[in-house]
Every structure is written in structure tokens, then in C-alpha cells.
């Protein structure tokens, strides 16, 4: 079924500059909005940005039915606007759904609405090269109800911010051995709102304790590496590009496997596999090249500079030869259309007439 999307458009055009605000603090003029009623999704609407109206007894306020996803947006050099990876946002925005109970949005529906939503605020999509639109599509339960139930109606939305870079300076991280942010069998691979909200109070003691990040370990012998905030943990271990498998408690990342891929084709050999912190002491101990970094939408590449393991730090490799540097640079110029996109990654917008 064709799922029409009426655009309301904002009288008063105004671009903010946002290069020194903090992430994700100033939305675009407009965002997406629709409702599921009755089984079906209506009422599709690209609209002036505004506050919601909920009832206090919407099912998502208490119950932890969300669920959202995080993509970006860059202007390429040719001046055309390339949303980036739009079929693989939605298809793990779509397997998150299914383990949150949650109905699909119908693919089409899906890309014309950031399609549409993306082409009307295109002035807001930052012409710097450290700068991207940061896209939030998400869904939530409003069903009225206090008792716990799956939710018979929901709200599916898309909102942007311009976004620059992410982290300013390499990570201080600490490996947590003690809180878990997800077990097997659990929700781990989704990207639900309960994930996060779990995360805050490990992460901040380590923010106490003086570091950025916590490097997340598996429930079970709480040894083995597993993810970090908001970003998939990645090692080069004497220029062997190692990152933990995906066994159903780490998100699949979209930066993950486009990294993965570029890292392939230039040769360089990639291991997708458990690795302890018992296996990262060995590597520094034996005077190992070690480089570590986060890869996710909102960061990119985020190099790791310190990593700790109980009461001992380690420091890792971040000068300017480093592996991860020439990854990021070759996934930047994919995006921008720099160099050509083998992959058909780029979902790119025709210019406004
Ligand atoms: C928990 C978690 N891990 C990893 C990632 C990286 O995923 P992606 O590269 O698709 O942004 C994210 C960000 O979406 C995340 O929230």
C-alpha cells in the first residue's frame, strides 16, 4: 500500500550556525511524523518542527518500547546531498522492531520520508569537511494504557541536527569487568532506548573516575571485549585489523562493516573474532603496535589512546601513519563522492531546481 507524505513547509527559513553547540542540541526546521492506527501507518507528514503531545500513560513513557536508529547525511564535493547506508539503517531498524515488538515500517515509506524530509532542510547539511547531517529516525509507543502490553499504536518520526566532530581529542577508555550492558539472548543487537539508559551508570563512574568510555566485556567471563558507547570496538594488532564477531549482544554497526570492507580491499588482513583484555596486556606487554579506536555513525573513527585494564593503563598507537586514519579517510571520501562508490552505499539526493 502507498503511503502518501503531505509537506507542511516552515514560513520562516532560518539556518542556525551549529558548529559550536553541542551534538544534537539544535534541530532542523522540519522533521518526518506518522501515525499506526488500526493496523496500518497513516497521516504521513513532513512538518515544521514541534513538541509532541503524549498522554502520561503512553505505553513508550513507561515500558521501554523505542527503538531508533542514527545515520548521516554529507554534502559531496559535486554539491548533491548522499544519505549514507539508508538500506542497511533499515534493515537493522527493522530487526530492532521485530525484538521490540514492534510493527515495520514498509521500506518505501522509510526512504521517502527522510528523502523528503533530508531535501527540504538541504541548507542545513554542513559544506565542511568535518561536518555531516545527523539523522534520527525512531518509533515509540503511545498507546494510552498503564498495564504492560504491546502497544497497539505507535508514532514513527525523523528528526535532524547538523553534526561536527563527535570527539575532539583520542579516548581515554576503561575496560569494565563488573556491569554488563547486555547478555545473550537479551537486546543487545537492537538499538532500543533501554540499551542506553542501562549504559549511563557504568559509564559515568568511569567518566568519575577519569575516563571517556567504558570498553564494554561479555556477561560471562566479563574478559572478552565487546563494544563501547555508542561505537563498535576495533583493534590493528601489528597491522592485523581485529574486532569482536557479532554474536547477538553487540550492535551489527553499519561503520563496522564499511570499515571492515574498505580494510579487505586494501590488503589488510581482518579478524572478526573474541578478543580478551588477557590477549591486549600480552600484545603491550610484547611491545606490540597496538592501535584501538571506536567506529560508529556519530564518531566515525574515534582513536582510543588509553586504554585501562584494572588499575594499569596501557597506551596505544594514534600517530598519523596509523591504519585507522587511512580507513577513515577513504570511508570520508566514499561519502563525499571523492572516489567512486563500488558499493552502492551512497543514496545520494538530486539537486534542489
Ligand atoms: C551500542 C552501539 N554500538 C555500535 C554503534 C555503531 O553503529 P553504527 O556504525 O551503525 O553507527 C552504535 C551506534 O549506532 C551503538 O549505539
Not at 581529542?169 to 537492537?190: I, M
Not at 590493528?236 to 550492535?251: A, E, H, M, R, W
Not at 588509553?306 to 580507513?327: R, V
Request: net charge negative; with cysteine.
Amino acid at each position: 500500500m502507498e503511503h502518501e507524505i503531505s509537506i507542511t513547509e516552515q514560513t520562516e527559513r532560518k539556518v542556525t550556525d551549529t558548529k559550536s553547540v553541542p551534538f544534537g542540541k539544535i534541530p532542523t526546521e522540519h522533521m518526518f511524523i506518522a501515525e499506526y492506527k488500526n493496523g496500518d501507518w497513516q497521516n504521513a507528514q513532513v512538518v515544521p518542527f514541534h513538541d509532541l503531545t503524549l498522554s502520561p500513560l503512553a505505553l513508550c513513557l513507561h515500558y521501554g518500547q523505542t527503538v531508533f536508529e542514527g545515520m548521516k547525511a554529507f554534502a559531496m564535493e559535486d554539491g548533491r546531498i548522499n544519505i549514507f547506508r539508508i538500506d542497511k539503517h533499515y534493515d537493522r531498524f527493522t530487526k530492532s522492531l521485530q525484538r521490540l515488538c514492534m510493527p515495520p515500517v514498509p521500506k518505501k515509506l522509510f526512504i521517502n520520508a527522510i528523502h523528503r524530509l533530508v531535501q527540504l532542510d538541504s541548507d542545513w547539511v554542513p559544506r565542511e569537511a568535518d561536518g555531516s547531517l545527523y539523522i534520527r529516525p525512531f518509533m515509540i509507543a503511545t498507546e494510552d494504557r498503564i498495564g504492560i502490553k504491546v502497544s497497539d499504536e505507535y508514532l514513527f518520526m525523523v528528526v535532524c541536527s547538523p553534526a561536527f566532530q563527535y570527539y575532539t581529542k583520542p579516548l581515554r577508555v576503561k575496560v569494565e569487568t563488573n556491569y554488563v550492558r547486555a547478555a545473550n539472548g537479551g537486546t543487545g543487537t537492537a538499538k532500543c532506548g533501554g540499551n542506553y539508559g542501562g549504559a549511563l551508570y557504568p559509564t559515568q563512574l568511569a567518566k568519575d573516575a577519569g575516563y571517556d568510555q567504558v570498553l564494554w566485556t561479555d556477561s560471562t567471563h566479563h574478559e572478552f571485549i565487546e563494544e563501547s558507547g555508542t561505537m563498535n570496538a576495533m583493534f590493528c594488532i601489528d597491522n592485523v585489523l581485529i574486532t569482536p564477531q557479532l554474536t547477538g549482544t553487540i550492535l551489527d554497526g553499519v561503520t563496522r562493516d564499511s570499515l571492515l570492507t574498505i580494510a579487505k580491499e586494501k590488503g589488510i588482513t581482518i579478524e572478526e573474532r573474541e578478543i580478551s583484555y588477557n590477549e591486549l596486556i600480552r600484545a603491550f606487554d610484547n611491545g606490540k603496535r597496538v592501535e584501538a579506536f571506536g567506529a560508529g555513525t556519530a564518531a566515525v573513527v574515534a582513536p582510543i589512546e588509553i586504554i585501562a585494564i584494572g588499575h594499569k593503563e596501557f597506551k596505544c598507537y594514534t600517530e598519523p601513519d596509523a591504519i585507522m586514519y587511512q580507513l577513515q579517510k577513504e570511508l570520508l571520501n566514499i561519502r563525499k563522492g571523492i572516489v567512486p562508490d563500488t558499493h552502492n552505499w551512497n543514496y545520494v539526493l538530486p539537486l534542489n531546481p
